[in-house]
Structure formats: structure tokens, C-alpha cells
């Protein structure tokens, strides 16, 4: 029996209005206010596009959307790839394969503050591990400021999250794992390596899956805050200044929340491209099968 639409609507009812209340109408505050003049304490007053064209002229917001760009190019690419590779490896259910992926699990699901404590005593100057081992290999004391060092600086912070895809590799391994097995022992019949399994069968059948997790990846250094904080907070200078950090600087620390908002409605139109971008690529429109 089919269900009434007023009964759709009674269910419906109550995401609606969180959706309403907790994302769409901060949305259009937001959106509204980057037109005006706006600090705690002073009156409300029409700007205009002056928060947008100051924007654009800041050298702040250029570097931190530069940053924020060469991290989604490399989280959607060399993070991907990583998670891939490691999927495939996993999906051929060695010995200890399970232990494998319980390890490649364990960066997500360490709290983000205790992850940057302990990158900061892995990047520590006198006592740090890899000050550490460079000692130990050249015979001579090595003491490098990696994270407060402008030229070390957005590698450092880098190495935080790229080489960590345990959520790309669950994902693209559930995928990899859910392909028919009577379609793979067909090819192998036919004669297909191991190798055009993985490449010209698995690969094509999981595109989708393939496109989520860049997604994922993409959208997850649009909105990357509390590890840059905890180690760098975007310095030295704005070596790794991002432009999440740079919108939360602005509004509390400058207290501009309607510049704050302008940056933060570049930074939504920004992340629809990119979602855009990838969905147009992967043609994720289209079924795998």
C-alpha cells in the first residue's frame, strides 16, 4: 500500500526544518552580510562588493587559496592513489590482511588534537624523531625547526594527512570487494592477467566509488582547520595559511565577521566547482555496470 503524502510530509517534516534552521538560513546570513560592514559592538552598515574587491586584493586570501588548492589537487590525486593501491592490495585477502586494515584505519580515529601533538614531537627540533633519525645517519647533531621554518613549513604539515587514506581505502575496498566474481572468472577463462583484471575490469566497474572518494578527499581539505592550528596556525607568515583558517582568524581574531562571511561565500563557490569538477570527470552520473 502506497503511503500518503501527508504522511511523507509528517516524516519529512522534521529534517526539513533542521535544514532549514542549521544549515540554509546561517547560509543566507552568511551570504547577506558579506555585502555589509560588520564587527561585534559597531552598527551594521552596507558595503557593497568592498569586502569582495578587498578580497581579491589581499595577498593573505591569494596565498591561502593557493594552499588551499595545491592540498585538494594533492588529496585528490596522490592521497587517491595511495588508498587505491592499497585497496587492490588488500582486496587479495593475504595473510593478516584484516590486521592490515585495522592499521590503516588508526589515523582516523585518533582524535585530530592528539594526531598534531604527536606530529609535533615527530617534527620537534632538538628531540624530535626525525631530527633524530637524520642524526643518526649522518654522525652529526641535526636540529631543524620543520614546522616553523618557512621553507619546510607546508611539507610538514603535508605529511599530517597525505600519506594517511585509511577512509579511501575502505571505501574503494568495499567497492572492489562488492565486483561480481563469476564477471572475473570469466576473464581469467579468457585469459586475462591478473594485471588487465585489475586495470581494464575492476578499475572501470568502481569508477564511481573512485569519484566519491576524491570527492571525499577534495572536499576534506576545503574544510581542513584543526591540524594546521594545532601545529603552524598558518605561519611562519602564511607559509601554510589556508583559507578555513584565514575566514576563523578574520572573524575572531579581527573581529570582521562580514569580511569573514565574503571569504567564506568564496570558499562555498570555490568547493561547488571543485565537487563539480570531479563529478563532470568521473561521469558520476553514469552507472558503473
Known sequence: MKAKKSTLAVFLLPSVALFLLIYLAPLVLVAVTSFFHWSIGQPLSFAGLENYARAFADEDVRAAVGHTFLWVLLQSTVHVLLGTVLAFILAQKFRGWKALRTICMLPNVISTAALAMILLNVFKTDSGLVNGVISLFTGEKFEWNWYFNSKTALPSVTLGWLLYPGMITILMLAAITS??????????????????????????????TLGTSVIVAATSMLKEFELIYLTTNGGPGNATLNM??????????????????????ILILLGVLIVYAINRLFRMEESDY
Open 244 to 265: 578555513p583558517l584565514y575566514i576563523y582568524k578574520t572573524a575572531f581574531n579581527d573581529n570582521n565577521y562580514a569580511y569573514s562571511n565574503a571569504m567564506s561565500v
Open 179 to 208: 565486483v561480481p566474481d563469476d564477471l572475473i572468472e570469466a576473464a581469467r577463462i579468457d585469459g586475462a592477467t591478473r594485471w588487465q583484471i585489475q586495470t581494464r575490469i575492476i578499475l572501470p566497474m568502481v569508477r564511481n
